[in-house]
């Protein structure tokens, strides 16, 4: 719930800057000169050996090197981040970049190009529409700009891509996996955890695997929703050693919910219903903002493999 | 602004503060004025020569060459982006600004956007002295500007800390009253026993009184222009419902 007021505060803080922003119409574009797309989650990159070039797809503050890139800003510390490079001599820098922002992503990191936090150049900002958020606050949304919530940065890029009619020129992901906590949990096993850090350790036939419960998390949703989209991407975790199933149960997790294919696919408006305050259960599509057809419930899409 | 916005702005804003020096000798910056003068919002001292440097809240004035300018408590991007809206924005040049910890820096964002011209300005931070004293962090007293009531006084005990106060020629004070509603309780009608009679906000009393206040206390031969001085002083403490007005402690 807090990152749902989280998300109301930005929202609100940032009308003046969002109204001068226009929604991306034609992403697609993007993609002349490149036989697809490699989605880039953050850390070391795997080598797919693909040799067709491919467009690259990032979140905002993942890479320090942003050159001809598509960008996905949605929630995070970025300027945070900025500031961090900044005092290692390091600096990030976006160079002829398209960057899509989520209009709940606080875009106080725009504050730190005058104070050269990041160099930003020749860049085209769009923004999208906050699929959960709006639903959640009962704000009508447009479902051809509107991202839906996932788990993970790598498969909310995923999503983004899906939405913006992409997920089909999608060749390769690198995701969260190879992220540098989980890398630091396999390398520094004497590292002391946080408290507030869930890490959880699972065995496996030929020992055992130190990593974080939101990336298996991660790892699970991105599987799950590339077999239900049916998109076969290259796409290698230490974590697809295992079923889904043995890495819910680790999780102590009965099931999983994907959005449903009117979240990804659909046009036009959306209304919610469900008791107001509470993430939407329900929803329908209208027309002229009166509810067209069937109810929809969001868990008819819920994935759980069984053994 | 509230404690806890002073608290969320100085927090939210760490990593930009970080970057910014305090200004040190600030009577470097502003080495080639020779005259100093504060303009409140909407006031003007008329005067325009190189050898002139006006001291002003961020915000009040449009157009700003040759400024030292204070930005603290209230200042609001949206005022930015409504003058871009009009296609009138602001301007900053050949200025030296001063954040104060606790504003809010996300005007910032506002240079990334295009929506203000800043040129050839240099920008430094100063320390909240009410916000640091209420949350006991330590003080750095030469970068420190203490709380006084809104605006102008603030200006002028800015430049008391800065160093600068003897080259201050001129405070200039000039509330607008056109079209303040005598039925809001921030605002006060007041009557002189001369047959004037005129609706003012409250805080730009309270400025007023406290700008005498300091010029005496610090014995400065400041010229003081208000539209305020048709009034007498006991005309704007009836006004107030107050019998007197008390400084801060020394300064």
Same mark, same amino acid.
């Given at each position: 719930?807090?990152?749902?007021?989280?998300?109301?505060?930005?929202?609100?803080?940032?009308?003046?800057?969002?109204?001068?922003?226009? *929604?991306?119409?034609?992403?697609?574009?993007?993609?002349?000169?490149?036989?697809?797309?490699?989605?880039?989650?953050?850390?070391?990159?795997?080598?797919?050996?693909?040799?067709?070039?491919?467009?690259?797809?990032?979140?905002?503050?993942?890479? %320090?090197?942003?050159?001809?890139?598509?960008?996905?800003?949605?929630?995070?510390?970025?300027?945070?981040?900025?500031?961090?490079?900044?005092?290692?001599?390091?600096? *990030?820098?976006?160079?002829?970049?398209?960057?899509?922002?989520?209009?709940?992503?606080?875009?106080?990191?725009?504050?730190?190009?005058?104070?050269?936090?990041?160099?930003?150049?020749?860049?085209?900002?769009?923004?999208?529409?906050?699929?959960?958020?709006?639903?959640?606050?009962?704000?009508?949304?447009?479902?051809?700009?509107?991202?839906?919530?996932?788990?993970?940065?790598?498969?909310?890029?995923?999503?983004?891509?899906?939405?913006?009619? $992409?997920?089909?020129?999608?060749?390769? &992901?690198?995701?969260?996996?190879?992220?540098?906590?989980?890398?630091?949990?396999?390398?520094?096993?004497?590292?002391?955890?946080?408290?507030?850090?869930?890490?959880?350790?699972?065995?496996?036939?030929?020992?055992?695997?130190?990593?974080?419960?939101?990336?298996?998390?991660?790892?699970?949703?991105?599987?799950?929703?590339?077999?239900?989209?049916?998109?076969?991407?290259? *796409?290698?975790?230490?974590?697809?050693?295992?079923?889904?199933?043995? $890495?819910?149960?680790?999780?102590?997790?009965?099931?999983?919910?994907?959005?449903?294919?009117?979240?990804?696919?659909?046009?036009?408006?959306?209304?919610?219903?469900?008791?107001?305050?509470?993430?939407?259960?329900?929803?329908?599509?209208?027309?002229?903002? &009166?509810?067209?057809?069937?109810?929809?419930?969001?868990?008819?899409?819920?994935?759980?493999?069984?053994? | 602004?509230? !404690?806890?916005?002073?608290?969320?702005?100085?927090?939210?804003?760490?990593? $930009?503060?970080?970057?910014?020096? *305090?200004?040190?000798?600030?009577?470097?910056?502003?080495?080639?004025?020779?005259?100093?003068?504060?303009?409140? !919002?909407?006031?003007?001292?008329?005067? +325009?020569?190189?050898?002139?440097?006006?001291?002003?809240?961020?915000?009040?004035?449009?157009?700003?060459?040759?400024?030292?300018?204070?930005?603290?408590?209230?200042?609001?991007?949206?005022? %930015?982006? +409504?003058?871009?809206?009009?296609?009138?924005?602001?301007?900053?040049?050949?200025?030296?600004?001063?954040?104060?910890?606790?504003?809010?820096?996300?005007?910032?964002?506002?240079?990334?956007?295009?929506?203000?011209?800043?040129?050839?300005?240099? &920008?430094?931070?100063?320390?909240?002295?009410?916000?640091?004293?209420?949350?006991?962090?330590?003080?750095?007293?030469?970068?420190? &500007?203490?709380?006084?009531? !809104?605006?102008?006084?603030?200006?002028?005990? /800015?430049?008391?800390?800065?160093? %600068?106060?003897?080259?201050?020629?001129?405070?200039?004070?000039?509330?607008?009253?056109?079209?303040?509603?005598?039925?809001?309780?921030?605002?006060?009608?007041?009557?002189?026993?001369?047959?004037?009679?005129?609706?003012?906000?409250?805080?730009?009393?309270?400025?007023? $009184?406290?700008?005498?206040? /300091?010029?005496?206390?610090?014995?400065?031969?400041?010229?003081?222009?208000?539209?305020?001085?048709?009034?007498?002083?006991?005309?704007?403490?009836?006004?107030?419902?107050?019998?007197?007005?008390?400084?801060?402690?020394?300064?």
């Amino acid at each position: 719930m807090e990152r749902y007021a989280e998300a109301l505060r930005c929202y609100l803080k940032d009308q003046d800057v969002l109204s001068e922003f226009e *929604y991306p119409v034609n992403l697609g574009k993007l993609l002349s000169g490149y036989s697809g797309i490699e989605v880039q989650g953050a850390g070391p990159q795997q080598d797919y050996g693909i040799q067709e070039k491919l467009l690259k797809v990032r979140m905002l503050s993942s890479h %320090l090197i942003n050159e001809d890139c598509l960008i996905f800003a949605f929630f995070g510390p970025h300027r945070k981040r900025f500031a961090a490079k900044i005092k290692e001599g390091k600096q *990030y820098v976006f160079r002829n970049c398209t960057i899509v922002v989520e209009e709940t992503c606080d875009l106080s990191w725009l504050a730190a190009i005058p104070m050269g936090l990041c160099v930003l150049e020749n860049c085209q900002i769009y923004k999208v529409q906050d699929y959960m958020f709006r639903a959640y606050h009962k704000i009508p949304l447009k479902l051809e700009y509107a991202i839906p919530w996932a788990v993970g940065a790598g498969s909310r890029l995923v999503m983004f891509l899906v939405r913006m009619g $992409l997920g089909n020129s999608i060749r390769a &992901i690198s995701s969260s996996q190879y992220c540098w906590q989980s890398q630091r949990y396999a390398m520094d096993r004497s590292r002391t955890v946080a408290a507030n850090e869930n890490v959880l350790t699972i065995q496996w036939e030929n020992g055992e695997i130190q990593t974080h419960a939101d990336y298996m998390m991660g790892n699970v949703f991105l599987r799950a929703f590339l077999e239900d989209l049916g998109l076969q991407p290259q *796409y290698e975790s230490h974590l697809n050693l295992f079923t889904i199933s043995q $890495l819910l149960k680790s999780l102590n997790q009965q099931a999983i919910v994907l959005p449903v294919r009117m979240e990804l696919s659909g046009k036009g408006e959306v209304q919610f219903e469900g008791n107001p305050g509470t993430p939407p259960t329900h929803f329908r599509v209208c027309k002229n903002g &009166i509810p067209q057809g069937e109810v929809i419930k969001r868990s008819d899409s819920v994935i759980l493999e069984q053994e | 602004m509230t !404690p806890l916005e002073a608290k969320r702005n100085f927090e939210h804003d760490q990593e $930009l503060l970080e970057l910014l020096p *305090y200004p040190g000798e600030l009577t470097q910056s502003v080495e080639g004025y020779e005259e100093i003068v504060i303009e409140g !919002p909407g006031a003007s001292s008329g005067k +325009e020569t190189s050898k002139l440097l006006k001291c002003r809240k961020f915000g009040s004035h449009l157009n700003n060459d040759d400024c030292l300018l204070f930005a603290f408590s209230d200042f609001s991007r949206k005022l %930015l982006y +409504e003058q871009f809206k009009k296609k009138n924005p602001y301007i900053f040049r050949n200025c030296v600004l001063l954040l104060e910890e606790t504003s809010d820096l996300d005007w910032l964002v506002a240079v990334t956007m295009g929506w203000i011209q800043l040129e050839d300005c240099q &920008i430094y931070k100063v320390q909240d002295f009410d916000f640091r004293s209420r949350s006991d962090l330590p003080v750095q007293e030469n970068f420190a &500007i203490p709380g006084a009531v !809104p605006e102008v006084s603030r200006l002028f005990v /800015l430049l008391l800390r800065m160093g %600068l106060l003897n080259r201050l020629t001129e405070v200039n004070q000039m509330p607008d009253s056109t079209k303040l509603e005598i039925d809001d309780p921030e605002n006060v009608s007041l009557s002189s026993d001369a047959g004037f009679s005129e609706v003012f906000k409250r805080s730009d009393l309270t400025d007023y $009184l406290i700008l005498q206040e /300091l010029k005496k206390e610090y014995a400065s031969t400041v010229s003081l222009n208000s539209s305020l001085e048709k009034f007498s002083n006991s005309d704007c403490l009836k006004g107030l419902g107050i019998s007197q007005v008390e400084l801060p402690a020394k300064l």
